[in-house]
């Protein structure tokens, strides 16, 4: 009986208990539709293992601040390169850390059009000019003061790939892309500003143009996400960072998460059904992750989830 007692202690991993300071987890929300969502998921896990997760909903110059000053711990949001010359002094200076792997690859931002239209030969940025009638002279953004829409309108300004008598159409996300299923319905030609992850690459069949590096960036507009916490957090609270380190999303998993919260769903109710159906997740996202308390972490949110 003893030596079974000590068998079943030896198989069963020990793990340490966290500080009692890094029971609540301070995440930093930016506004934007796929950091919810993974902020979200994160949120749950989190909650699941017994921890405290708060979310701020604030703008990203006031999130890196928080995070420099210590009032936030964790954000998932950081976008490179299009944040890029906001964070990079900061993280330069040693403000917060970046940890190590993106949260995200494959994400991406650039001019699109509606699959249609790339085989009827409008494939790359250098096409759009050749095409100004079948468009209308138009190329599509969205909301005002926007980067993306600075970029576009910066293209214009310069004639840069012969733009130069195009008109910019800014409106609203929504708006952008409400314009663009009505030219689907009538198969019109329409160019407009994408990205990925967003629902609207599981909702039409869109084609990303090719070029256009020296506006939107190297591969077309490739981006990264990545995630930033305080420069302190992950050796003061370890077990919490290494799961906020095994937190790793595709643009497939954020497409459809975000699909759900743009349709009105709870985002805590849109993660959980997630983890619901994709339980073979969490063996990654747990790995080597205990419960606030020192409990195996992954069989603790599997109760939890009512798995």
């Not at 979200?40 to 110059?61: E, I, M, Q, W």
């Not at 010359?85 to 699109?112: C, H, I, Y």
């Amino acid at each position: 009986m003893v030596l079974l007692c000590l068998l079943t202690l030896q198989a069963s991993p020990v793990y340490a208990q966290e500080p009692e300071s890094c029971r609540q987890v301070r995440f930093a929300d930016i506004g934007w539709t796929d950091i919810t969502a993974t902020t979200a998921l994160a949120s749950l896990l989190f909650d699941s293992l017994g921890y405290k997760p708060t979310t701020r909903n604030v703008s990203v110059p006031i999130s890196l601040v928080g995070l420099k000053n210590h009032q936030l711990d964790v954000s998932l949001g950081y976008w490179d390169p299009i944040q890029t010359q906001s964070v990079e002094p900061l993280l330069k200076a040693g403000s917060f850390v970046m940890l190590d792997k993106p949260n995200l690859v494959g994400a991406r931002t650039m001019l699109a059009a509606p699959s249609y239209v790339a085989d009827g030969g409008l494939k790359s940025v250098d096409d759009i000019a050749k095409y100004k009638d079948q468009l209308d002279g138009k190329i599509y953004g969205i909301e005002p003061g926007s980067s993306a829409n600075s970029k576009i309108q910066a293209m214009i300004d310069k004639n840069l790939f012969g733009l130069g008598g195009f008109k910019l159409v800014q409106s609203s996300e929504a708006g952008m892309l409400s314009e663009v299923q009505r030219a689907a319905r009538q198969n019109k030609w329409i160019v407009f500003f994408a990205w990925e992850p967003h629902p609207m690459n599981i909702q039409m069949k869109l084609t990303y143009l090719t070029g256009g590096d020296s506006v939107f960036g190297v591969n077309s507009g490739a981006a990264q996400v990545h995630t930033l916490v305080a420069n302190d957090y992950l050796v003061r609270c370890p077990n919490a960072g290494k799961l906020i380190s095994n937190l790793q999303f595709t643009t497939d998993i954020e497409n459809h998460l975000m699909a759900s919260i743009m349709a009105k769903t709870d985002p805590a109710t849109t993660a959980r059904e997630f983890l619901r159906k994709n339980p073979q997740m969490l063996e990654k996202w747990l790995a080597e992750v205990s419960t606030f308390d020192g409990r195996d972490g992954l069989q603790e949110v599997k109760k939890h989830l009512a798995m």
